[in-house]
Each structure stands twice: as C-alpha cells, then as structure tokens.
C-alpha cells in the first residue's frame, strides 16, 4: 500500500495522511496549518487527490489541526464519510463552524486591507455553511468497536486520552495475503488528565504513526501543577489583581473550571469571579456535560455524588462583546479564562491588552504554543507583544505551567511505546516541531531499536513491500467515483432529516414563517414515498 505524509509532519498543525490500497483512497486526519503565513499558505495548496476520489477520511479528534480542512475538502466535492467518535463528531458541529467564521472574518480583513493596496478580492478557504455542509458526511462509531470499511480493510478508534472523544486509530489491512496493522496514534493524552480517560494501551501493530508534541520534556506532575496555580491565584487574590489564562476552547478551558471548582470546593481556594470568556468554551463545554459516558472514573464519581465537576460556585459565563467587556470594569481579584489558546485570535487579545503591561497581573499559558504565535513570544520572553497594531509592553507575571497539558510528555510517550510487542514495528514519528520529532525519533530508536524515521512533509512510501521499489509516477487521477454503500446514504438522509426538523423548530421558535416551506415539504415526502413504493 502507498502512503503519503501531507501534513503535520516536522510541524505540529496540518495533520493529515493519504493511503492507498488497491483502488481504496483515504485520509487520517485532514488538519489546517496554522502559525505563520508560510505555513498557512499549504492550506491552499493543490493537494496529490481528487477530494471525490477519496471513500473516506478517518478522523482522531476535534482540534482544527486535525479537522480544519474537511469542509474545504467537501466543498471540492468530497462525499464519502468522515469517520469519527460520538463525541468528536459533536464538537466539531461547534468547532467547523467557528472555523468558517474566522475564515470568513480573515477573508474580510484581506479584502479591507487588499482593497487600499488595489488588491483582487480575497475568498475565504471555507464558510461558516460549508462547515456546515460537511457535518452530513460524518459519520461516528463507537469507541473500541471494530467496524468494517471494504474487503480487507477494518478500523477500530481506542480512546487517546487528549481531549474529550479523541482517539488512537487501528487499521486492518489485508495486503499480499497477509493482514497486517498501522496504527495512527492522534494527539496523546497526558496521564492523570482530569476528566478523560487515560490512553489506551496498544500491544500489537506493525507500522505506527507517533505524535511527539512534547517529545523532548518532562511536565510536572499535575499535583504540584495545580498547587503552582493555586499560589498564584492566592497572590492575585492579596494583591487585589486578575489571572488571565489563554485556553483552547476545548479540554483546557474545561480541564481548568474542574480544578477551581474542586479547589473552591474543598476550601482550598476561597470563592472567587472566575470568567469564561469565550462563547465557543461555553458550548463546548455543554457538549462534555452531554457526553458524559467519555469521563473517567474520577469525575464520574464525581457526577454521582450529585455534584457538577464542570460548575464552580461564582462562574461567569460571559457570550456577548458586552458582557466581555464588562468583565474589565469589575475591579475584585478573579480569573479570566478566555480563548484562542495560543493568543492569536478571539477574546483573549483584549484581556492580554488590558493585563500584559500591568505589573500586577499574572498570565499563565498552560498549552502548546505554536512558533509564530504571540503566545510564544510571550513564553519566549519578549519584551512587547504587538496587538491590535498597538506595542503592548509585558510587565505582568508570565507562568507556564506544561502539567495542565492535554499531550504526553516524552516518558508518557516513550511508556505508551514500550507495550507494543512487535520487534519489527517500523514508526513515523510525526506531530511534533522539526527539532523535537527528531530528538524522539532517535530515544525510541536507541532504546527500543525500532526501525524508526521523521517523514519529510509531502514524502511518499509503499510499505509492506520487500522490494524497495521506486515509486512510480502518480498516474492520472481516475474519473471513477467511489461506490457508496446504503449504509452511507441512509446514514446521511437520517442526517439531513434531523437537521432540517432542528432548523424548522428553531425557526418556528423565533416567530418565523415556515409555512411557504409547506409545498416543498409536501414535494419532499411525495418523492420519498414514490421511492418507497418502487421497493415494494
Ligand atoms: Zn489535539
Ligand atoms: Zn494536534
């Protein structure tokens, strides 16, 4: 089978892998690059595929990183499944569309800037309803199922432990014969990690497709992580100042909200304003208080003891601009929980205009923060960080604290390695920065000897083949369409149907007139009733 490496490779985002077996196509992943503008530039790129040659696309979790693309891959005329848990499924309903917005809201910008410099009209990569769109194809399996895609072709999604209903991907394939297994371990979860489960154990495979986010570090242990956060929110309690915390919108955000609620609980903490900020956060996190069957243990016995782990006495949920803004006219010490998780976008960049030059303020980046980002800067030290086209000076307290992350640090990795039991496993070591994949490539080829490599971005392999073949040519893209199977069609009419009765509802609610639909619908039912009868 062929494998093409066309993203997050030597890079964190644009996670995304293209097989080949016999005249099946598909994806793992089909993230967005993001950090800088060089990078951003492959999201536009012509990629090696016809979107509608592709049967479908096997996606590990909800991050934009990883899914960023799929509505921009459906829009050039994709229409197989995107193949995902419940759970991921879910947040990317929230995440797709917020991504189309920024698209959207980019585009615009471009063209306000474009048009003073005479520049054409900027498009942007996708819509907020291309998001939209896309969700039909969706189509979401249950953890630890083994579900068959083809002749010879079976995929099974375990639980990676990153984020709520993200996943490590087994994949069966028959190849010559002989069934063999690849196995894509997503972004991997940290030990311990509120909420989530910890990653599961894989012992058998014979490729394997490794993250290495943190492959050159060790965190704290989340105890000591959390009594550092605890210290410094005291100090800005006594010291009558704010703690602003840039989060991702998903896991962190929550991850933070169940620590404050269980310190306030327990005393540790005395009450105290702690904001969420961020509109995508607040649905986000409805959507884990749904999907409560993905907790652990911990904080399912937490939810058994009657108590809401994803509420704190004195949350403020804050959605509209003004109440956001209000949050800076309330002058009590607090925490300010806000989005994007790297700076770079959304509300966060106002509270870090209103805090980074204040030296009383603390800043604590508790996720990955991607080189040319302004969090990084902030990490690295910077002395001013541009925002909102204004130098804003950084005078607060600047904390980093690696053991709220959502990704294994290089033992977890190296542990999470060590059960697989195949000594001629061959890795890919992939979702890391150049210098950090590198560095893991070589401990896991040391100490497991493992035949083990950082793919190049764009590089192409055949595996499982003895004869180390040139590979040849890429033969002109066939014009034949995958077949879809009924399951597929019925799978996106069920879909469709739900979405149109959610639309009419809410419609219906906000005082609409949904009755020139009336016809339509009548149209609708009758063609369906005349497929019907042709069954009969
Ligand atoms: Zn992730
Ligand atoms: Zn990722």
Redesign the pocket.
Known sequence: MRVEFLGGVRTVTGSATLLEKDSFKWLVDCGMFQGGEELEKRNWKTQPYQARALSFVLLT?A?I??SGLIPKLVKEGFRGNVICTPATLDLCELMLQDSGHIQEMEAEWQNRKGKRAGKGEATPLYTAKDAEKSLQYFQPVRYDEIVPLADGLRVRFRDAG??LGSAIIEIWVEEEGQERKLIFSG?LGNVNQPIVRDPSIVEEGDVLWLESTYGDRLHRSREETVQELLKIVREAIAHQAKVVIPAFAVERTQDIIYTLGQSIRSGALPPIPVYIDSPLAISATEIFKKNSDCFDRETQEILSGGENPLDIPGIIYTRTTEESKAINEDSRPGVIVSASGMCDSGRIKHHLKHHLWREGSHIVIIGYQAEGTVGRRIVDGAKTVRLFGEEIAVKAHIHTLGGFSAHADQKGLLDWVSHLRNPRLEIFVNHGEEKISVELNRLVSERFHLKTTVPQWREKRILFSEAEKEIPQREVEEERLPEEPLSVLLNRLDRTYKRLRRKLKREKKKGADVSRLGRQLEEAQQKLEALEKEID
């Open positions: 979790h991050h990183d990883h990153h984020i972004d």
